[in-house]
Nanobody, 114 residues
Framework: VQLQASGGGMVQAGGSLTLSCAAS????????VAWYRQAPGKQRELVAS???????NYGDSVKGRFIIVRDDAKNTLELQMNSLTPEDTAIYYC?????????WGQGTLVTVSS
């Protein structure tokens, strides 16, 4: 399975952006999906995840602002981002896991200007 992330770009603070991640094959065998991000000079951090198809977690800094959505019919993963701040500027990566398998998308850059 290959993951293709898209939807990044530049947005002003307070704006919204939706990231998409398309899987080249079925995601049914990948029960855990997530979005991570890596800001310049910082470690990669978990933004949001859906564990075992049902448990949704968000990083503290994005709670109440971001929504992760999984669509197995379309084999896609989305990250709806609202009320963006410059601190959200980062490269965002989608991730899918199942058993001993883990897949990463190539990353999409989000830049939030003040």
């Amino acid at each position: 399975v290959q993951l293709q992330a898209s939807g990044g770009g530049m947005v002003q603070a307070g704006g919204s952006l939706t990231l998409s991640c398309a899987a080249s094959g079925s995601m049914h065998s990948l029960p855990t999906v997530a979005w991570y991000r890596q800001a310049p000079g910082k470690q990669r951090e978990l933004v949001a995840s859906i564990i075992s198809g049902k448990i949704i977690n968000y990083g503290d800094s994005v709670k109440g602002r971001f929504i992760i959505v999984r669509d197995d019919a379309k084999n896609t993963l989305e990250l709806q981002m609202n009320s963006l701040t410059p601190e959200d500027t980062a490269i965002y990566y989608c991730n899918a896991q199942g058993g001993n398998l883990m897949y990463w998308g190539q990353g999409t850059l989000v830049t939030v200007s003040s």
